[in-house]
């Protein structure tokens, strides 16, 4: 059984930095490298937001509101997707999931891990 477990969140000051990790178990190195790794955030009583997404032959998209901030990366070997965050703003305090696809084969999510914001 695939899983998908996210650390690395936790309590951040305005202009500071975090990352983020989402390490996959249950799944070999063929599909995991072969598959979409995308970051989600949901903040309270807003809707679910792609935040980053990198591809199998790791092409990079971000959201407009982190581009510049944020940058997602991939170890496939460590079958591991991460996202550093820098000059965080209380605009990015979420709760951060990641997402494993491929097409309509494969699509798991992690947890989730609470990223917030504050002085």
């Known amino acids: 059984q695939v899983q998908l477990v996210e650390s690395g969140g936790g309590l951040v000051q305005p202009g500071g930095s975090l990352s983020l990790s989402c390490a996959a178990s249950?799944?070999?190195?063929?599909?995991?490298?072969?598959?979409?790794m995308d970051w989600y955030r949901q903040a309270p009583g807003k809707q679910r937001e792609l935040v980053a997404r990198i591809t199998s032959a790791r092409n990079t998209n971000y959201a407009d509101s982190v581009k510049g901030r944020f940058t997602i990366s991939r170890d496939n070997n460590k079958r591991t997707v991460y996202l550093q965050m820098s000059s965080v703003n209380t605009e990015d305090t979420a709760v951060y999931s990641c997402n494993l696809h491929r097409g309509n084969v494969i699509d798991y999510w992690g947890q989730g891990t609470q990223v917030t914001v504050s002085s």
């Open positions: 249950g799944i070999s190195y063929s599909p995991f490298s072969m598959s979409t």
